[in-house]
């Protein structure tokens, strides 16, 4: 056999490196772009296109075994699919598995299949899920979005290194368990790369890597779930949905998840796959008008919940709106609501009233030791709007009473009965 020489053996290596380079680029492209092209390549390399789509196939397979080591590469789902019954269909799961509060729900429906179309969009929000105290159901919210959200991954402890290196190479769903650990004030790189998602034209970070520390560019543009006891860092909150949990009561029944019910959702998720490739651009270019009720951050944080609810019909579009003005009303200091609720608790059995007048239950409330109320309006004691305020958290409200001759403002014992019955009992 004639032997090659050296020339010929040097030109013969770099065109295998080119044909891959190429191979490799072709292999990054969708169905469309690759049949207009593939056959324009094979000829530039001058081999048959049956031989360049058996190669791509190749590094296809390989990347899917690759990614399916951290993150799931499924195929969509071979027919048409409707959006409207997928958007019904996970909402009648978590209506099956867990106790949402009005309007999260919706929200996290729609949350979830924007996970598939993300990318359409120039700001995709965190979703928060937070309670006041364990036990809420937080750890089975996020196993149904695990299972039915895209390229899900969930983890309840991870480094800023390893966020910033996962979205680059694999852009999943991100979800963080017990998020309150690591995502403090404290950790300021943690809470940088986390705000620096929240933009796709701001979703880079820069890093010096390898021995001779050049600097390279990671993308952190991909969808995020935190869950966590309290609210976490405000400018993390800011660029959040926020759904916050309430414990069930024993008369509120929801069913036990199956141990393998990711696996059951395999053609939910297939299919949701298929519905953002078929409506992707659509969603990218719908113009929606969201109710002026917050301020601009927020509606920028909802702007893609419209948009999908939109493209869904008008039923969704409704539903997103009211979900819109529960879930943004009234976001302002929550962190001592048990606290709240406890001392009230003590107030009743103390004073062994069934009504108590606002100005009786501050007056109780302002001469607690080691309590925040005789402070808390900026060194003031609380007031009775700020009273409300926190109380309408649990769906409490004030009303007249007549007492001893007197007719003012006041709370019954009563109303508080099921926020007793959700935080306090089981604690006390």
């Known amino acids: 056999m004639r032997r090659l020489n050296k020339e010929t053996r040097l030109n013969m290596i770099t065109n295998i490196k080119d044909a891959q380079i190429i191979f490799e680029e072709l292999a990054k492209l969708d169905d469309l772009q690759y049949e207009?092209?593939?056959?324009?390549?094979a000829k530039e390399l001058n081999v048959k296109p049956s031989f360049?789509?058996?190669q791509v196939e190749k590094i296809k397979t390989l990347a899917r075994k690759e990614n399916d080591d951290i993150v799931e590469s499924i195929d969509g789902f071979d027919g048409s699919v409707c959006g409207v019954e997928l958007a019904d269909q996970i909402e009648s799961i978590f209506d099956r598995y867990v106790f949402l509060p009005e309007g999260g729900n919706t929200a996290i429906t729609l949350w979830i299949m924007g996970t598939y179309v993300f990318n359409s969009f120039r700001i995709f929000p965190n979703l928060s899920i937070t309670s006041p105290e364990r036990r809420c159901g937080k750890s089975s919210t996020l196993d149904l979005i695990e299972a039915l959200a895209n390229k899900s991954l969930l983890t309840s402890n991870i480094t800023p290194a390893a966020i910033f290196r996962l979205i680059e190479k694999y852009q999943p769903t991100l979800l963080i368990d017990e998020a309150d650990t690591f995502v403090s004030g404290r950790n300021d790189d943690m809470i940088g790369i986390i705000n620096s998602g929240h933009?796709?034209?701001r979703a880079v970070i820069i890093r010096t890597v390898g021995d001779n520390y050049d600097s390279k560019k990671f993308s952190t543009w991909s969808p995020k779930v935190f869950a966590s006891i309290k609210p976490l860092q405000g400018t993390v909150m800011d660029r959040s949905i926020e759904v916050r949990?309430?414990?069930?009561t024993i008369h509120e029944i929801?069913?036990?998840?199956p141990v393998n019910f990711k696996d059951q959702c395999l053609e939910i998720r297939s299919k949701l796959l298929k519905w953002g490739t078929d409506h992707q651009d659509d969603i990218r270019f719908a113009k929606v008008s969201l109710p002026r009720i917050e301020n601009d951050r927020a509606m920028d944080n909802w702007h893609p919940l419209f948009c999908i609810a939109e493209?869904?019909?008008s039923d969704w579009l409704d539903k997103c709106i009211k979900a819109y003005k529960v879930i943004t009303f009234n976001r302002d200091q929550k962190t001592h609501q048990?606290?709240?609720?406890?001392d009230i608790a003590e107030i009743f059995e103390v004073t062994n009233y069934e009504r108590i007048f606002t100005a009786e239950l501050i007056?109780?409330?302002i001469q607690m030791e080691e309590r925040p109320w005789v402070s808390w309006l900026h060194g003031k004691p609380i007031n009775a709007n700020a009273l409300a305020k926190m109380l309408a958290g649990f769906e409490i409200y004030s009303s007249t009473l007549r007492r001893d001759y007197n007719r003012k403002k006041g709370y019954k014992r009563s109303d508080f009965e099921d926020a007793f019955n959700r935080y306090l009992s089981r604690n006390s």
Do not use: F, G, M, P
């Open 311 to 313: 493209n869904l019909d």
């Open 254 to 257: 929801v069913d036990r998840l």
């Open 36 to 41: 207009q092209i593939y056959e324009e390549k």
């Open 363 to 365: 007056s109780h409330l």
């Open 338 to 342: 048990i606290q709240l609720l406890e």
């Open 245 to 248: 949990l309430r414990r069930k």
């Open 52 to 54: 360049v789509t058996k």
């Open 199 to 201: 933009a796709k034209n």
